[in-house]
């Protein structure tokens, strides 16, 4: 059985289309020398549960992470630190580095017909998300930037997948996402997407894996 013709790629955006763990990898560092966390996935899913009414728009980003910190009990002056570091990390905002052979596939992709879109789980609005994007060469190439801040809905909620196929003017089964996070790529596969994993844990299970970006191209092209 031939596989179905993916016209619409539906991309997240960060630990996707480029390295997004610098500042969890510092904070981590950090927590870890008080023992407060043993692996860098323990802290990510109880961050990402403050982080996710940020992503909703319905509490500031500063806000989540002042939860989070009080939520581990740390020293005033320690938690008072950390945010202070943090502000300066965040308002450095250097720009965007790509993955290697993000470019040349987001062209190619572009060039033989496919329509490209980002599904972003984010405290920026689509304007925001476009601006970065553009910083880093790519802006254009999306024809829908679906952010969680402007719709309310985060991955793996099915109503995301939809709206930015919708986006698109592409049903499901002629989409596939391209994500890391198991969740996420279980989220598009239950809504009928098919799912490409890249930059992903040793152990996660998708319709596709790909060591390299450029390799999207083999799964999309030769369909």
């Not at 919708?166 to 279980?186: M, R, T, V, Y």
Request: hydrophobic share 40%; aromatic share 10%; charged share 20%.
């Amino acid at each position: 059985m031939s596989k179905p013709l993916y016209k619409g790629l539906i991309f997240d955006m960060g630990d996707v289309l480029y390295d997004a763990s610098g500042w969890r990898l510092w904070l981590f560092g950090v927590l870890s020398q008080l023992r407060l966390f043993s692996t860098f996935q323990q802290m990510e899913q109880i961050w990402e549960s403050y982080l996710i009414n940020a992503h909703k728009g319905l509490l500031s980003w500063d806000e989540a992470l002042k939860r989070f910190l009080h939520s581990l009990e740390l020293p005033q002056s320690k938690e008072k630190e950390i945010i202070s570091a943090t502000t300066s990390y965040r308002s450095a905002q250097k720009p965007l580095i790509l993955f290697d052979g993000v470019q040349e596939t987001l062209r190619q992709l572009i060039n033989h017909g496919r329509k490209l879109a980002v599904l972003s789980d984010t405290e920026s609005p689509s304007s925001v998300v476009y601006q970065r994007l553009a910083g880093a060469g790519i802006g254009d190439h999306f024809e829908g930037i679906i952010c969680s801040f402007d719709t309310g809905t985060c991955k793996p909620d099915p109503t995301a997948y939809f709206t930015a196929c919708k986006s698109l003017d592409i049903p499901a089964k002629n989409c596939a996402f391209i994500g890391h996070d198991q969740e996420e790529l279980d989220g598009a596969s239950n809504a009928g997407i098919t799912t490409i994993a890249f930059n992903h844990a040793p152990d996660v299970k998708a319709d596709y894996q790909v060591g390299h970006f450029t390799e999207i191209l083999d799964v999309v092209l030769c369909s």
